[in-house]
């Protein structure tokens, strides 16, 4: 290779998807859930005779209440994920003052099964392990698998439940809302609301979007005919 010439091996800038943020999760669970949650409980308070203006107060009150809950349960569950985060890093961080050598060692066999021989593995955590926070942070990393540098946010994952479960609660009410009294409208809407749904998340995982938007149509499907069944027997029986 000439002096000068570019070498094909050269490093290039590539980016990829915020895995570690925690909104992607808490987004899709909560578009789905309100979607699953209300197009089930329009067809269930539907199926049992209830007028228009009882299923969208049903539906209106499921769509507050849901958005509430899952805004709630998001930010409390990972925020206490990253507590027990914060617990086992202090815990590592006491193990290497008390037992440098031993972690040392536990640093080299790391490395060892990773494919780098011994003599390197050894040169290596030595090498690594004079900056204790490197080495605190290649411990947990490498046996609790989290970097607790990219914990997710408990604000974030509460905000995008909240925001999502609610747009999706609302799709199955819109033809009620928009002054149609037919059942089926708001379950033709809940489903492509689905379909949608199901496709859009498929763009952040390898499956084909026809696919993960028929699967989540057939989940809401299966949901919405149980409750159908359940509330016109209810009905029947109540009337």
Known sequence: MTAGAPSDAEAHEHSHADVSGGWLRAAVFGAMDGLVTNTALVAG?????ASSRAIVLSGVASLVAGAISMAL???????????????????ERRELERNPEGELAELIEMLRVRGVDERLAH????????????????????????????????RVAAVSSFVTFAAGALVPLLPFLLGSSLLWAALVCGGV??????????????RAWWYAGLRQLLFGAAAAGITYLVGSAIGVAVS
């Open 45 to 49: 308070v539907g199926g049992g005779g």
């Open 73 to 91: 349960g998001e930010y409390t569950s990972v925020k206490t994920q990253n507590e027990q985060l914060d617990l086992e890093v202090e815990k």
């Open 123 to 154: 040169k290596v955590a030595v090498q690594l392990s004079r900056d204790p926070e490197t080495a605190l942070r290649l411990h947990v990393v490498a046996e609790l698998g989290l970097n607790p540098e990219d914990k997710p946010s408990p």
């Open 193 to 206: 609301g689905l379909f949608a749904a199901g496709a859009i998340s498929a763009r952040f995982t390898p």
